[in-house]
């Protein structure tokens, strides 16, 4: 479920106001998915290891 928001965001984007979808938008909505999703387990790793 990490990530939906931002990829809603972009369909929104997209639908509503009529941006552009190409190969390049895709690629940078899967890389800020990608990162937000590294993150929140980067998190979960170390808050097992502080318990």
Do not use: H, Q, R, Y
Request: hydrophobic share 55%; with cysteine; glycine share 10%.
């Amino acid at each position: 479920m990490v990530g939906v928001g931002t990829a809603l965001t972009a369909i929104l984007g997209i639908l509503v106001f009529s941006d552009p979808l190409s190969f390049w938008v895709i690629l940078g909505v899967v890389c800020i998915i990608l990162g937000v999703v590294l993150l929140n387990t980067s998190k979960a790793t170390s808050e097992e290891e502080a318990t």
